[in-house]
């Protein structure tokens, strides 16, 4: 730990922190500059986690020298984390997410029907696409708008799932239906609104199943990897990051595609790192260019919305892409993927 002094700190400022420092069992390092004296702690920087350094008469900054985020950090697997996903059913596909190939989830915002949902699970698995995305826990900003259809939509899920051979990924949002959506959930999903929701971080963090957090509105990178931090501190390692857009002053966009975040995820954490360009635009017109651009960023995969009439959709019609320029996004981010020795 660094901290350094004020221009106005008087030595007996600077012996009050090193006298301390040394009552905490930290060696120290005091070097006194032209303009400032700044103060090295040396020892197990975790110990002085709780100690609000920055009250310390003479204080003006305190610099961490560790990361906050031990098991994300990318010193722990170097080499990335793969995710496998054993086949739905015998003879199926195994997933790899984290490897060579991307992983690419697609499907409806929500679960709306059994038909529409079977539907876009066929075109979904004809496509290429690894899972098929679709949620029954809908989190909506309004208590008037659909809510999604609940277990009877994770019943639907479990049909298409089982029916298609497609594995899915669909959201949790409370820990009361943790059960009920992992016994579907090939992957589990925690929305942007819940990216801090530590109580359900730590129950799946008791789980061993694989679960996407989602970057949060107003998350900071260091903030989502907290998150997953929460989820692998209880054992559950298998976690994947999603940048789905940030909030910005922009009205253009319903959000900010943050896809500078694609290449700092990668050099800060061993997890795969997803991109979800519907959210993160929230316009059907803008995903294929940002879905291009985020697997030449260097995404691990990505999620979209499809509807075969967005504008009978119960959510998020607006950025959801009709089924042929699926298609066709699908075979652009290929061209794109292979050009960076990847495929889908
Ligand atoms: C979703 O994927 O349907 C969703 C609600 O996403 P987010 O949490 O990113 O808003
Ligand atoms: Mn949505």
Known sequence: ????????????????????????GFKVNLSRGVERTVIGLIGDERELRDKPLDVLPGVETVLAVLKPYKLAASEGCPEGTRIVLPPVKKGGRTVVIGGPELCIMAGPCSIEGREMLLDLAR??????????????????????????????????????RATVGIHVITEVMDVRDLDAVAAVADVLQVGARNVQNFTLLKEIGKLRKPVMIKRGLASTIEELLMSAEYVMSGG??????????????????????????????????????????????????????????????????????????????????????????????????GRVARVLGRKV
């Open 123 to 160: 075109l979904v698995k004809q496509s290429g696409a690894h899972l098929l995305r679709a949620g029954a826990f809908k989190p909506r900003t309004s208590p008037y708008a659909f809510q999604g259809l609940g277990n009877e939509g994770l019943r639907l899920l479990a049909e298409a």
């Open 1 to 24: 730990m660094i901290l350094v002094l004020k221009k106005s700190a008087t030595d007996k400022e600077a012996q009050h922190i090193v006298q301390l420092a040394r009552e905490w």
């Open 236 to 333: 559950n390692h298998e976690v994947l990051l999603c940048e789905r857009g940030i909030r910005t002053f922009e009205p253009m966009t319903r959000n900010t595609l943050d896809l500078a975040a694609v290449p700092v995820l990668q050099r800060e954490t061993h997890l795969p790192v997803i991109v979800d360009p519907s959210h993160g635009t929230g316009h059907w017109d803008l995903v294929a260019p940002m879905a291009r651009a985020a697997v030449a960023a260097g995404a691990d995969g990505i999620m979209v919305e499809i509807h075969p009439r967005p504008e009978e959709a119960m959510s998020d019609g607006s950025q959801a892409l009709l089924p042929k320029t699926y298609v066709r996004m699908m075979k652009e981010i």
